[in-house]
């Protein structure tokens, strides 16, 4: 073993595997600290221990993708539970990984996550002394080397052959859609929002009931597929609530993993497209209309707090679920009778898929739902979203 790699593994040995007295891993914060301390203290008095280090740190992100995590998932959980420093040398060495074994053969998705990345890298890290660089670094470490095995995502079957002319309608399409859901979003009047918001629902509708059709008419062997979406705190429930009635509306299916702040969303690729994207905008919507109810009741003097928002993003989700739920009933013609077939094979596969990666499921309750003045504030804000899902063939 060369010296730089018994500096790694000794500075490795202190502050990720080490344990307390009696065999458990060290739980306490002084001992932890303590192991994390000596660790890098070693890393910092060995300058050419760094490329080792660094290859070690692309062995642990390629370890996690293997248990199924995904680079936009290791980001968001390195940003919920440690800082910006943790951010950028995981950003980092998910590039470097990425280069070296071409990560962005395993799919369109993968590939943006890794695109976005790129994007926000910045050009000059912050300058830091070598032990606290080797600290951050042995944290981002701890964290990684303890993920858990999660769902794989695999790349949807039937993608592959995805011709560069449908890519690139599929791709002015979304387009579209995001330009008039930002316009939703950001204007003030009411109306604007509904005409906008409205239309982007035409094109979302359009666009999956045209993917379902051609692939039933190519015979094309297309599978559901997934995608994980983030779920911020505060408020995780009633926003995971809010996903789940917009997944349910568009054919896809919402598992929420409370732990690790996410949702793992299943369907065919058009349909899980339009589903993020009117969960976001719903959710931006939700955010603005709460922040407007909460001054209006300030400059009443009364004041609000965390219950508050809780009742009103609880009832927000719930009234949008019930919006959207009388709004798939009735949403196709008795005289279509060559789409109903294709959308309820659609709605079996995915159904399968979702029991396939999730045989056990929980359900849970909202908590902390108990403001009045809150629920009926996001029941009325709901009122006013723009949810229309899938409007009827004509």
């Known amino acids: 073993m060369s010296s730089t790699s018994s500096t790694v593994e000794r500075a490795f040995e202190a502050a990720l595997y080490a344990t307390a007295p009696g065999g458990a891993r060290a739980g306490g914060t002084r001992v932890v600290d303590a192991a994390l301390d ?10 050419a221990a760094d490329l080792e280090l660094t290859r070690r740190g692309e062995e642990f992100v390629a370890a996690a993708w293997r248990r199924g995590w995904q680079p936009a998932d290791v980001v968001r959980l390195v940003r919920r539970d440690l800082d910006d420093v943790h951010v950028r040398l995981v950003s980092e060495l998910i590039r470097a990984q990425a280069r070296q074994r071409q990560e962005g053969s395993r799919g369109p998705r993968w590939a943006a996550q890794l695109d976005e990345l790129a994007a926000g890298a910045t050009a000059t890290p912050p300058c830091t002394d070598r032990f606290s660089h080797a600290t951050a670094v042995l944290e981002l470490y701890r964290l990684l080397l303890r993920l858990p095995g999660i769902e794989p995502l695999d790349p949807p079957r039937g993608t ?81 609530v809010l996903l789940d009635a917009v997944a349910g509306a568009n054919r896809c299916r919402a598992v929420w993993n409370e732990a690790y702040g996410f949702s793992t969303l299943v369907g065919f690729e058009p349909d899980l497209e339009a589903v993020e994207l009117l969960y976001t905008s719903l959710l931006v919507q939700a955010t603005a209309a709460m922040t407007k109810a909460e001054a209006a009741q300030r400059a009443g003097g009364r004041k609000r707090t965390k219950t508050f928002r809780q009742s009103f993003l609880a009832a927000y989700a719930h009234r949008i679920g019930d919006r959207l739920a009388a709004a798939a009933e009735g949403q196709l013609p008795d005289s279509e009778g060559e789409l109903l077939p294709v959308l309820a094979a659609r709605d079996v596969a995915v159904t399968d898929e979702t029991e396939r990666m999730f045989p056990r499921t929980v359900t849970t309750r909202l908590r902390g739902v108990s403001d009045a003045a809150g629920w009926e504030q996001g029941a009325a804000a709901a009122d006013r979203a723009q949810v229309r899902s899938r409007p009827p063939l004509r």
């Open 38 to 47: 000596t660790g890098a203290s070693l890393l910092a008095a060995d300058p």
């Open 160 to 240: 592959a052959g995805l011709g560069s002319r449908q890519a690139s309608q599929d791709t002015r399409m979304l387009s579209r859609i995001r330009a008039l859901l930002a316009k939703a979003e950001a204007t003030g009047f009411p109306e604007e929002a509904e005409a906008l918001s409205a239309k982007a629902q035409e094109l979302m509708a359009r666009h999956s009931i045209d993917e379902a059709l051609l692939a039933a008419r190519t015979h094309a062997k297309d599978a559901p597929g997934a995608c994980r979406i983030g779920i911020e705190s505060p408020y995780e429930t009633a926003k995971a």
